[in-house]
């Protein structure tokens, strides 16, 4: 293992983790709301960027996917930064791409709290966040301050940038409700994620029908008239047949990729000592989620030419490269950040620029 990297490990699981996890009575919203806010007062001196990325930062292999050159394979996951404060942060943590959002068109609250539990034995998350966000203006003004732009190198890496419904939009309207956010967002999103597949929002999974995800990838396509790539978000709840449907719908409307998966409603996989906190409502991610992640990603990457970005349990350099393995164009992180640190995403390079 490389010395470097073997001392961020350490120093996140030893020192770091332990303040974190032990910080504000143990509330993990709290701890992360505190993180995001240092990340971005940080991130916006280019010293301490120049200095992090030295330290914890680490390359990793190019690769091109839907016509974006990504620095590497392993980005973050959306829901960690939601309105874009720290937009600056990841690529010295890291991180190859990063997904900011989901914002909606309209600014909400998110169900009431707590809404996030840790699952320690598990190493897992419930969370029903429900898209709580400033809204898709906010992010815009956010990006527009930090100059970061489509195509710019403002934040070092590519961004995508993930929509969803808001929610108080009744389904029916849910397409003029994600075309507000679109056109918001484009100048800033190398990409775009499509959120269908968010268990916390009522009514937002049945979205990935076939007919309903055609009629809403279908306007959205012809919104982004080719300045962004658009990849849809997908739970991994669905059957075969269901999954079959979503492809369909992505390669009719002309999406450029999927991306798999997002929480799952099943509570599979965990530890006994955590079976009180598995019955919160909510989205499980994480370790119990690695096997499924897996399945639905090779499931997809037999069935369709898309690129598929691999997201959901990855710990581990080996569930990355399980994911890789499986056909998966780039990766994404959330839980095995908040379990592992930024050694994780170091180690995935590390991997990807071995087998580059
Ligand atoms: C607290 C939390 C908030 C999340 N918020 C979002 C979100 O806003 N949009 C989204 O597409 N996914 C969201 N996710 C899902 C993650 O992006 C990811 O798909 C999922 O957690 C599986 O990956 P993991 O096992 O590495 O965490 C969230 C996950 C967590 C734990």
Redesign the pocket.
């Known amino acids: 293992m490389n010395p470097r990297v073997g001392l961020v490990d350490a120093g996140y699981r030893a020192i770091l983790r332990p303040l974190l996890f032990g910080s504000y009575h143990g509330d993990p919203e709290a701890v992360h709301e505190a993180m995001i806010a240092n990340l971005a007062r940080f991130s916006r001196s280019p010293g301490v960027v120049a200095a992090t990325r030295l330290l914890a930062g680490s390359r990793g292999a190019p690769v091109t996917v839907a016509g974006i050159p990504f620095p590497g394979r392993v980005g973050l996951?959306?829901?960690m930064d939601?309105d874009g404060r720290a937009a600056l942060a990841w690529q010295a943590l890291g991180f190859g791409f990063a997904e900011l959002?989901?914002v909606t068109a309209q600014a909400q609250p998110g169900n009431d709290k707590p809404r996030?539990f840790r699952l320690r034995r598990s190493g897992a998350?419930v969370?029903r966040?429900g898209?709580n966000n400033a809204g898709a203006a906010r992010l815009h003004h956010e990006l527009s301050l930090l100059g970061v732009y489509r195509g710019g190198d403002g934040a070092g890496i590519p961004i995508g940038i993930?929509i969803?419904k808001t929610k108080v939009v009744p389904v029916q309207d849910a397409v003029d409700d994600y075309l507000t956010s679109l056109s918001v967002v484009l100048p800033h999103a190398d990409y775009v994620?499509v959120?269908v597949s968010?268990p916390n929002t009522p009514g937002l999974r049945s979205l990935q029908d076939g007919g309903a995800l055609v009629e809403l990838l279908t306007a959205l396509v012809a919104r982004a008239a080719g300045r962004a790539p658009l990849f849809v978000?997908i739970a991994p709840d669905l059957t075969d047949p269901q999954l079959d449907e979503v492809v369909g719908a992505a390669v009719d409307a002309g999406a450029a990729g999927l991306i798999a998966?997002?929480?799952t409603l099943a509570r599979d996989g965990v530890d006994p000592a955590d079976l009180v906190l598995a019955e919160q409502a909510g989205?499980l991610?994480?370790a119990p989620?690695t096997r499924r992640a897996r399945e639905v990603v090779g499931y997809l990457t037999r069935h369709v030419d898309l690129p598929v970005i691999g997201?959901?349990?990855?710990m581990t350099s080996a569930d990355a490269e399980a994911m890789f393995d499986l056909g998966a164009a780039l990766v994404?992180?959330?839980?095995?950040f908040v379990y592992s640190g930024p050694a994780l995403a170091a180690r995935i390079n590390a991997l990807t620029r071995r087998t580059a």
């Open positions: 996951a959306a829901g939601k959002g989901t996030v998350l969370n966040m898209f993930s969803g994620a959120n968010s978000k998966t997002n929480t989205g991610s994480g989620l997201a959901g349990g990855i994404q992180l959330y839980t095995g």
